[in-house]
């Protein structure tokens, strides 16, 4: 098998997701500049809040991949901080997302609407999901190897599917 690329980019719910999520951040650090009296207190939350959104977009934004490329030996996710391998077996099951499977889901570490999903979550069912989706649900696959689960989004779902049948 030759090795074949994917690209992987923030969908349209996702774009508005972020916006929705940073613009008020933004605005409301203004406002508090604007309306702080001159102390100290206006300059702490001006600074300290888009900081931290800032900070925590980057760590997202740098943790999830822009492109994938497809190995007979491993998955890899090409991420701006670092490429990250999955490695593959003839036990590796790689399948799309079924909407039940992922219900009940909670973050350990991560976030979950800035730039996609990104992080480590858990369910009953999966006590371990390491997720890397900038795409919304209907896109996700799931790979299953070495005893860890992950749930990718490739741009094409379909032909990433096609390399595992």
Known sequence: MERTLFKCTVDRKN??????????????????????????????????????????AAVVYGNLPREMAVTQEAI???????????LRNAETEVRRVRDTEMRGLWRKCGSDGVFGKWGLFASKRYP??????KRSRRDWILVKSAGQVYVLAPDDPDAFLELFS
């Open 15 to 56: 774009r508005i997701v972020t916006t929705v999520v940073i613009l008020p951040i933004v605005v409301i650090a203004v406002a508090i500049w604007l309306t702080s009296p001159g102390g100290s207190g206006g300059w702490i939350a001006t600074i300290v809040l888009p900081a931290i959104m800032g900070i925590t």
């Open 76 to 86: 890899v996710l090409k991420c701006p901080f670092g490429t990250k391998i999955i």
């Open 128 to 133: 371990r999901v390491h997720f890397y989706a």
